[in-house]
């Protein structure tokens, strides 16, 4: 059953150092002050999971947490490339990165086995391509009833699984409506869950499309209004845009960056009850 706790006790309860975390959120709901937690905490050796790992990863990279990352995409939303990211792989700066790289069929296919206890998912995808020599947990595989060729990949089971949820009722139940992305799955798939949400309400009152987590299958949520920003909680708040251009400046430099970190993560921990992330101005000194 899940425990309502403050992020900070979420964080240190769940994610040690060396484990594999997978932050889930596609477009929105991307659980930016659970990482910025991560980074507070100083995990180190981290295995880093997301489909789509955006600027809460580059900025995990650049803080030093991540050993490897396993990913279908990578980069700056309408903007361009992450270079703090790009700074691990190239220059092994501020420590070597490891890169895994999946299709996104794969990356989902990979988390419905996870979540379905199962060994391995099979998809008509990765042919032609150089991923499966270059990739581990893909093989190709003989169907036994037609001798289709297709490709098996590995389950994916993380030790912890991050997402950021709009309610949550007082049980530990949380409720997610909008983009639902792999969230769903990736709970699933974890061994342990951090769960944090806009709110915390009496009562689920039930939406269009939503999905549901029962309290059984979270470990964790903490009530974080505004844990997504700059990404957006739909009904909540929106995206700011501001934010991923600014990005790209200060993730180029790493002087700049060290400085944007120290500012606005190591020095901006969570409220008083650790239930509550500051709102992140894009640059030092920069109005949202």
């Known amino acids: ?6 992020l900070a006790e979420a964080i240190a309860a769940a994610i040690h150092d060396g484990d594999t975390v997978a932050m889930e959120g596609f477009t929105h709901l991307i659980p930016h002050a659970a990482g910025h937690e991560v980074i507070r905490q100083r995990r180190r050796d ?5 489909m789509t790992p955006d600027i ?10 991540a050993r490897k990352l396993v990913f279908s995409w990578a980069g700056n939303p309408g903007v361009g ?3 703090r990211f790009r700074d691990a792989v190239e220059h092994a700066w501020p420590v070597p990165l490891e890169i895994e790289e999946h299709s996104h069929a794969g990356m989902a296919n990979r988390y419905v086995a996870g979540a379905s206890g199962l060994p391995f998912a099979i998809l008509r995808g990765y042919r032609g391509t150089s991923l499966p020599s270059q990739t581990a947990g893909v093989a190709e595989v003989v169907c036994p009833f037609t001798g289709e060729r297709l490709t098996a990949v590995s389950a994916l ?8 949820a709009q309610q949550a009722d007082r ?3 949380v409720q997610y409506w909008g983009i639902t992305g792999v969230q769903k799955e ?5 061994a342990r869950s951090v769960v944090t949400v806009e709110e915390i309400v009496d009562v689920l009152d039930p939406r269009p499309g939503a999905v549901v987590l029962p309290s059984w299958a979270v470990s964790y949520v903490a009530a974080v209004p505004g844990g997504a920003h700059p990404s957006y909680a739909l009904g909540y708040s929106a995206r700011d845009n501001d934010f991923y251009l600014a990005w790209d400046a200060i993730s180029r430099d790493r002087v700049r960056f060290a400085a944007w970190l120290d500012e606005h993560v190591y020095r901006s921990p969570a409220g008083p009850a650790g239930d509550a992330d500051p ?6 000194g920069t109005a949202r």
């Open 1 to 6: 059953m899940a425990q309502i706790v403050s």
């Open 46 to 50: 981290l295995t880093l999971v997301r």
């Open 56 to 65: 809460i990863y580059d900025q995990l990279i650049g803080a030093g947490c």
């Open 81 to 83: 490339s992450l270079h």
């Open 157 to 164: 089971r993380p030790d912890v699984a991050v997402v950021h």
């Open 171 to 173: 049980m530990g139940n």
């Open 186 to 190: 990736c709970v699933l798939a974890s």
């Open 279 to 284: 709102v992140l101005a894009g640059d030092p």
